[in-house]
């Protein structure tokens, strides 16, 4: 029976055990091949974010400041338009696109940064 438990073992490999050398003959672990470089806390930070400016948007801005922004950045998995396209779109100047846009994301800059909007 040891000897068995052996032979299972034998084909085992530590993810820190040398597998091969890259070009300047260093030497390349499991872990190396493997590794993740994504940030967990920064991958959740997004989330967060990123659903705090959904609300924003919803919550705080008009419904034509709302609509700028989402055509303009693409939110709702949409494809991101320029002021000249949203300005066709909706018939008015682009100019008037870029003041609104502006001020949206000046009422959202506020939003993100009142500290009684993270609770």
Known sequence: ???RNLKKSASD??????IESDKNGNALTLMDVVADDSNMVDDIDLKLKSEKL?????TKLNARESQIIQMRY???GTRPLTQREIAKKLDISRSYVSRIE??????????????????
Do not use: C, R, T
Request: aromatic content about 14%; proline content about 6%; charged content about 30%.
């Open 13 to 18: 490999v530590s993810i820190h055990e040398p």
């Open 54 to 58: 959904y609300q924003f948007v919803k």
């Open 74 to 76: 693409g939110l709702y």
């Open 102 to 119: 502006k001020k949206a994301l000046e009422i959202l800059k506020d939003a993100f940064d009142d500290p009684e909007q993270g609770k």
């Open 1 to 3: 029976m040891h000897f």
